[in-house]
DNA sequence: AGCACGCCGACT
DNA sequence: GTCGGCGTGCTC
């Protein structure tokens, strides 16, 4: 075809390398002309006709900004457009926030591939309904809405927290105007009840999933619905806050400050900052929900970017006690719960939270009281089933004869209770009940009838018409963790478990201390969330700050550091030596100044990943070069800063 | 990461 | 004169 234009596919390619995160400008050779669409998925040729590397088109051009000649695309992979250039839009403004790539928020983003599922959906040939009114623009409202609790019962029956009624209700205004709503929650139990609650309302049609909950191919299909156009309801982990899906409408996020949505994979990012910043993008509305605001949505309330909407609070007896028990060598278990959890069964199901799962979760020695550790290792010794194996926390050694390391005792006893324990104790305790011990492991969501459920944080079941009488055991537990954001996670427990009792039931509280038990009864959580706040302003701490961890060995460490310090900052914390080879620098920084910072720690990445490959010529000429890695993480708030 | 290019020692 | 060692730098 003489005198045609070159075209030229621009390619986002994949590979972990921070160097080659970057567009690159490859010829469209003439048999993939016609086929050739952004979004797809490409393999071409890197360095030399034999490495290959896959890629994503994210552009087609008809020239390149390459100054040399460009090699050609070598083939088309799948003619599904697999990102929406709105995701890579997204993809590259978190790598730059994070001072990552946007390859690996790809991959969080976009499910593994599935061939034989991806022909099937492409054979069925499906044409997209068109939406029964055109999709309006969405309204871009931006709230907070501090939830009171509650269950609900469905049309079909079921119960769930009320907090997932709302948030179905939500999504169904907005598939009314043809718009779509991204679910973000915590974990299975949450969507599992959402799924239920989308099914009761009629909209199971409309919805798909992601998460690990359903097999890879459904996740894939479901991706694939989501890329195809029509106005859905995605439901899903903190990894779909990333969906793709066309004419957003709303993204909401139950419970923020759940663990759960801490990404452990780089460039680690939080799926709060991640909604905020594709609610910038989109002008989609955004909704965060939660029972305690977290501090970071406690700041966006302050600074007037979210409307506070608080709901009235529930008519519940909430009763704080300093500590119900002390430790007395059996169970820890407040007399309340025997006398008060008597009436209270006869009336419905009743809910204790404990600390702990297992049956002794730490052990101590009988004689000195001294904590057990593990002979091999010094680890904590426990005792996950009555009668079962005492085993290390940390190797997981069985210990068969145990030797107290002050005294010498050969005898053990337990120290904290775990559920199990308090569930054999309340089973002697109330003959004739039904007791159900519940751990991160079980996977019961809903109990009915009148059970006395023994549950771990986070692992509650709805019961059928909502709690009797709550019990939470254990507070000063979950008070005392050396994390910075101990005490309001301690609130979000309790409140969690609180949440699940039906109207004007008793709700105790062990071991809040003074000033949470203040808070607890009085409801007021956020006036306490937004003091911690300001007492981080002045200490300069997260979220008040913005704040980057960074990693790398001692001596890499050192030769960025006079970098580092000269970055705009509010606090160098550091450097720290982990280990023989890590050391670690705390930086924490303005919001304002994020962009800047990033993109000099992103700088660093590169430069530390291309230059030092030799480590002195002198010394070791057999050993390796290290790899010299920096490694930086934003906002993670998981490090514990004491 | 890989892979190619580049500039110094032992081979035909 | 050239084959090949691995140090250095780039990947459209």
């Given at each position: 075809m003489p005198g045609a234009p070159t075209l030229y596919a621009r390619v986002i390619l994949d590979s972990p390398l921070p160097?080659?995160?970057?567009?690159?400008?490859?010829?469209?050779?003439?048999?993939?002309?016609?086929?050739?669409?952004?979004?797809?998925?490409?393999?071409?040729?890197?360095?030399?006709?034999?490495?290959r590397c896959d890629a994503w088109v994210i552009d087609l051009v008809d020239e390149s900004e390459f100054g040399s000649k460009a090699a050609d695309v070598e083939s088309i992979v799948s003619p599904v457009e697999i990102l929406p250039s709105a995701l890579y839009e997204l993809?590259?403004?978190?790598?730059?926030?994070?001072?990552?790539?946007?390859?690996?928020?790809?991959?969080?983003?976009?499910?593994?591939?599935?061939?034989?599922?991806?022909?099937?959906?492409?054979?069925?040939?499906?044409?997209?309904?068109?939406?029964?009114v055109p999709a309006r623009e969405p309204s871009a409202d931006k709230s907070y809405v501090q939830h009171a609790g509650g269950v609900s019962q469905l049309t079909t029956g079921q119960w769930v927290p009320r907090w997932v009624t709302a948030f179905v209700e939500r999504a169904a205004a907005q598939l009314d105007l043809s718009l779509s709503t991204v679910c973000v929650v915590p974990d299975f139990r949450d969507i599992e009840h959402?799924?239920?609650?989308?099914?009761?309302?009629?909209?199971?049609?409309?919805?798909?999933?992601?998460?690990?909950?359903?097999?890879?191919?459904?996740?894939?299909?479901n991706y694939l619905r989501i890329v195809s156009g029509e106005s859905l309801i995605v439901v899903g982990n903190r990894s779909s806050v990333y969906a793709p899906v066309a004419h957003l409408g709303l993204i909401q996020i139950w419970d923020d400050a759940n663990d759960s949505f801490h990404e452990p994979l780089a460039p680690y990012a939080h799926p709060r900052d991640v909604a905020l910043v594709r609610q910038s993008h989109t002008g989609c509305s955004l909704v965060f929900s939660s029972l305690v605001p977290s501090p970071a949505v406690a700041r966006l309330v302050s600074l007037g970017f979210l409307k506070h909407d608080a709901e009235s609070r529930r008519p519940l007896k909430i009763i704080p006690t300093d500590s119900m028990a002390q430790d007395s060598g059996s169970a820890r278990i407040p007399p309340a719960v025997f006398t008060q959890g008597r009436a209270a069964i006869s009336e419905g199901s009743v809910l204790v939270q404990v600390a702990k799962p297992g049956y002794a979760s730490t052990l101590r020695c009988a004689s000195c009281r001294s904590r057990a550790a593990c002979t091999h290792c010094a680890g904590p010794l426990r005792q996950a089933k009555q009668q079962g194996p005492v085993s290390c926390r940390w190797c997981g050694r069985i210990s068969t004869q145990f030797s107290c390391g002050s005294c010498h005792g050969h005898t053990l006893a337990p120290g904290a209770s775990g559920g199990e324990k308090i569930a054999e104790e309340l089973g002697r305790a109330f003959p004739g009940v039904r007791v159900l011990p519940v751990d991160a492991s079980a996977d019961v969501i809903v109990v009915e009838g009148k059970t006395l459920v023994i549950a771990t944080p986070g692992t509650e079941p709805v019961a059928a018409g909502g709690y009797a009488a709550v019990f939470v055991l254990d507070g000063e537990l979950a008070r005392g963790r050396e994390d910075i954001d101990a005490d309001v996670d301690a609130l979000n427990q309790w409140m969690s478990a609180a949440a699940l009792a039906r109207d004007n039931a008793t709700v105790y509280v062990s071991g809040t201390g003074p000033v949470l038990g203040r808070v607890i009864a009085t409801g007021d959580a956020m006036n306490f969330v937004t003091s911690e706040l300001s007492s981080r302003e002045a200490l300069a701490l997260p979220p008040a700050t913005r704040v980057a961890v960074i990693t790398?060995?001692?001596?890499?460490?050192?030769?960025?550091?006079?970098?580092?310090?000269?970055?705009?900052?509010?606090?160098?914390?550091?450097?720290?030596?982990?280990?023989?080879?890590?050391?670690?620098?705390?930086?924490?920084?303005?919001?304002?100044?994020?962009?800047?910072?990033?993109?000099?720690?992103?700088?660093?990445?590169?430069?530390?990943?291309?230059?030092?490959?030799?480590?002195?010529?002198?010394?070791?000429?057999?050993?390796?070069?290290?790899?010299?890695?920096?490694?930086?993480?934003m906002d993670d708030a998981w490090l514990t800063l004491n």
């Open positions: 160097q080659l995160d970057h567009p690159f400008d490859y010829a469209v050779p003439e048999r993939l002309r016609g086929e050739i669409r952004v979004g797809q998925k490409v393999i071409v040729p890197l360095r030399s006709g034999k490495r993809a590259r403004s978190i790598a730059d926030r994070q001072a990552g790539s946007a390859v690996d928020v790809l991959r969080l983003a976009i499910p593994a591939r599935y061939v034989r599922a991806e022909s099937a959906f492409l054979a069925l040939d499906r044409v997209v309904a068109p939406a029964h959402l799924m239920s609650a989308v099914t009761a309302a009629g909209l199971s049609e409309h919805t798909v999933r992601l998460d690990a909950g359903i097999s890879g191919q459904e996740r894939w299909v790398a060995t001692p001596q890499v460490l050192e030769s960025v550091r006079a970098t580092l310090e000269a970055l705009p900052h509010r606090s160098v914390l550091g450097p720290v030596g982990l280990d023989a080879d890590t050391a670690r620098l705390i930086l924490t920084f303005d919001y304002r100044d994020g962009a800047a910072v990033a993109t000099a720690l992103r700088a660093l990445i590169v430069t530390t990943a291309t230059v030092p490959r030799k480590p002195t010529p002198a010394t070791a000429p057999t050993a390796k070069p290290r790899v010299s890695r920096l490694s930086v993480r």
